[in-house]
């Protein structure tokens, strides 16, 4: 074979092969034009859709504030008051609400600073009450101890001993102890006077001997101490349901006054002046 004849088969064979790729190219085109095709009909009907959905929405929401407007128009009317009122009514609304919550708001806070405040008072209530208890503790330790200091003295008619106060500052210790009423006096010599529920008479002063003589009237009756010594017990019984008594001197100054105390029972009837 020559050359002639061969160059020709290999431009065909060359041609062949282009034409093929061409066809492959321009059916994978087709295939792809026809996929696009059908997705961008597919999206142009979701478009339509969703428009024909808006249109639906937008006469929906159309009629709604139709429905609102007459039903504004209509309770405007009903009220007598024009939109501009109706408006003006409803921020004056808004405004009070706001104000209300504000309000709310601002008592809530002071409740809770009062409620801080009471919190710290109830504290130093504590502690004051902390230390109240610790002074009536130290009040009572204090008593007890000057109680047992005051003299202990038998009476004239009672075989037990009576603890007696030797001055006023020891009196008031007796005081304290509250299961007694104590009257303290000062007589002057000739003159009755009344002392709680009974009454004295100094009759004699002795401030050499520290001795005295009184009277004492009680119950339509006369009893008489005679020469008693100072800061000794003198008994006796008095009252409906009788009960003991005591009178103590303290001092005698000169010869024509004393001064000391009378005590009772609690249960004694007390005076008619403190009554």
Do not use: C
């Amino acid at each position: 074979m020559s050359e002639t004849e061969e160059t020709p088969r290999t431009y065909s064979g060359a041609l062949l092969g282009v034409l093929g790729v061409a066809l492959v190219a321009a059916l994978g085109g087709l295939i792809w034009s026809y996929s696009l095709s059908g997705k961008l009909a597919t999206q142009a009907t979701e478009l339509a859709d969703a428009k024909q959905e808006n249109v639906r929405l937008a006469a929906e929401q159309r009629e709604t504030d139709a429905r609102l407007q007459v039903a504004t128009d209509e309770l405007g009317k009903s009220l007598g008051l024009t939109q501009k009122e109706m408006d003006a009514r409803a921020a004056e609304i808004v405004s009070r609400e706001e104000a209300d919550a504000r309000r709310l708001e601002n008592a809530q806070n002071k409740t809770a600073q009062q409620v801080t405040a009471v919190a710290s008072d109830v504290s130093n209530v504590k502690t004051d009450v902390g230390g109240v208890k610790t002074d009536v503790a130290k009040t009572q330790s204090d008593l007890a101890t000057a109680v047992s200091q005051l003299e202990a003295v038998k009476g004239d008619l009672s075989n037990t001993n009576s603890v007696i106060a030797r001055n006023h500052d020891e009196l008031v210790t007796l005081e304290h102890r509250g299961d007694r009423n104590y009257y303290e006096f000062t007589l002057t010599k000739g003159q009755k006077k009344p002392v709680g529920t009974v009454s004295l008479e100094l009759r004699k002063a002795d401030p050499n001997k520290s001795k005295f003589t009184l009277n004492v009237y009680a119950d339509d009756k006369t009893y008489e101490k005679k020469d008693r010594n100072v800061n000794e017990p003198l008994q006796f019984y008095s009252g409906k349901d009788p009960a003991l008594f005591e009178i103590v001197v303290n001092t005698i100054k000169g010869k024509n006054v004393i001064t000391g105390y009378l005590s009772s029972p609690k249960s004694a009837p007390a005076p008619a002046t403190a009554q």
